[in-house]
Nanobody
């Protein structure tokens, strides 16, 4: 089991930046996959934003490439999402996810609102 706590959401103007953090309740060294997803409206499916494997390989949604950066700090048991050049369409609840073998864990989510 691992608990994930997201921090760093808030309200920002278009063009601004935010950094989200996802702190795990234990070592993330064994977590083969961690990532950020978002839900842009109630009832809409969560969509992938960025992922990072235990070996550091990253993957980004086309809509955020060049603007968002995912970083994994095993020493701090934390995954970060640096979001730059934010757009109103980035407004969503952002969720952290971690996979360990066949188990998947989600955080509670943090709201990001980008005003135009």
């Amino acid at each position: 089991q691992v608990q994930l706590v997201e921090l760093g959401g808030g309200l920002v103007q278009a063009g601004g930046s935010l950094r989200l953090s996802c702190a795990a309740s234990r070592s993330i060294f064994s977590l083969n996959f961690m990532g950020w997803y978002r839900r842009q409206a109630p009832g809409k499916a969560r969509e992938l934003v960025a992922t990072i494997t235990s070996s550091g390989n990253t993957n980004y949604a086309d809509s955020v490439k060049g603007r968002f950066t995912i970083h994994r700090d095993n020493a701090e048991n934390t995954v970060y999402l640096q979001m730059n050049s934010l757009k109103p369409e980035d407004t969503a609840v952002y969720y952290c996810r971690a996979d360990e073998g066949t188990w998947g864990y989600w955080g509670q989510g943090t709201q990001v609102t980008v005003s135009s």
